[in-house]
């Protein structure tokens, strides 16, 4: 072996090396920049929730005294309402099935069996579900329509 051969096998050795390094300070950059986004999602998520609880509190110091239902439950509906906006910022979607919708196994889970109407189709909304960018977070649980065994 000549040493203008050593010398090509040490330039190239130095030069991987050099390229070790700076797939290792991208690899870091990726990770700090994936640290930052999460915790400005995060960030985003309790700007927009912070309210909603302050709205909370405020009702629950209103009920205390208040011997009005109707104006607690506007008061409680105002919440949901300004909640699910928050939630919509975000793009998180609510899935509430109104009646008589057909039954979505891929975006709904059927919790109880009624009889009496369409088998195979939504009569009664129990608790909506929410989707994230299409991606089903929480399925709505509904009661279906169906024969009873």
Do not use: C, H
């Not at 994936?34 to 629950?60: D, Y």
Request: charged share 40%; aromatic share 6%.
């Amino acid at each position: 072996m000549g040493w203008r051969f050593l010398e090509a096998l040490k330039l190239a050795l130095l030069e991987a090396a050099d390229a070790r390094r700076q797939l290792d300070d991208y690899k870091l950059q990726a990770q700090r920049l994936a640290a930052e986004r999460e915790r400005a999602a995060r960030e985003r998520l309790a700007k927009g929730l912070l309210p909603v609880l302050e709205n909370f509190r405020k009702a629950i110091e209103f009920a205390e005294g208040e011997r009005d239902p109707e104006a607690l439950r506007e008061g409680l509906r105002m919440i949901w309402e300004d909640a699910l906006a928050k939630l919509e910022s975000l793009g998180i979607r609510e899935i509430a099935p109104e009646l008589g919708e057909e039954f979505d196994p891929k975006t709904m889970e059927a919790v109880e069996l009624v009889e009496g109407g369409e088998e195979g189709r939504v009569a009664r909304l129990i608790s909506p579900g929410f989707s994230l960018d299409g991606k089903v977070l929480k399925p709505a649980r509904v009661a279906v329509y169906g024969k009873k065994d």
